[in-house]
Nanobody
Framework: VQLQASGGGLAQAGGSLRLSCVASARTFSTDVMTWFRQAPGKEREFVASVSWYMTTDYADSVKGRFTISRDNHKNTAYLQMDSLKPEDTAIYYC?????????????????WGQGTLVTVSS
């Protein structure tokens, strides 16, 4: 599976951005799709995950502000980010793994996109 992330950019605190992750078609519809992020000098961290049948999971830090979704017909996963904060500044990566069990552990993910930079100014 090849993943292509896009949609990053500069936003002001309180603003919104929507990230997209387009996957090659082979197994997208049965993969778990997840967003991770990595801020400068910090470990990569889990953001949100969605299964092929639309169950979701979120990091506590983004609950109520971010929404993960997917469109299996378009082989695309999305991350709608609202009420952005400066601490959301990071490179955001989409990742995929086989199966339907959501996971926040990046070691379980087999396929990764190249990352898209999100910068939130105060």
């Amino acid at each position: 599976v090849q993943l292509q992330a896009s949609g990053g950019g500069l936003a002001q605190a309180g603003g919104s951005l929507r990230l997209s992750c387009v996957a090659s078609a082979r197994t997208f519809s049965t993969d778990v799709m997840t967003w991770f992020r990595q801020a400068p000098g910090k470990e990569r961290e889990f953001v949100a995950s969605v299964s092929w049948y639309m169950t979701t999971d979120y990091a506590d830090s983004v609950k109520g502000r971010f929404t993960i979704s997917r469109d299996n017909h378009k082989n695309t996963a999305y991350l709608q980010m609202d009420s952005l904060k400066p601490e959301d500044t990071a490179i955001y990566y989409c990742a995929a793994k086989r199966g339907d069990a959501l996971s926040s552990q990046y070691s379980e993910y087999e396929h990764w996109g190249q990352g898209t930079l999100v910068t939130v100014s105060s």
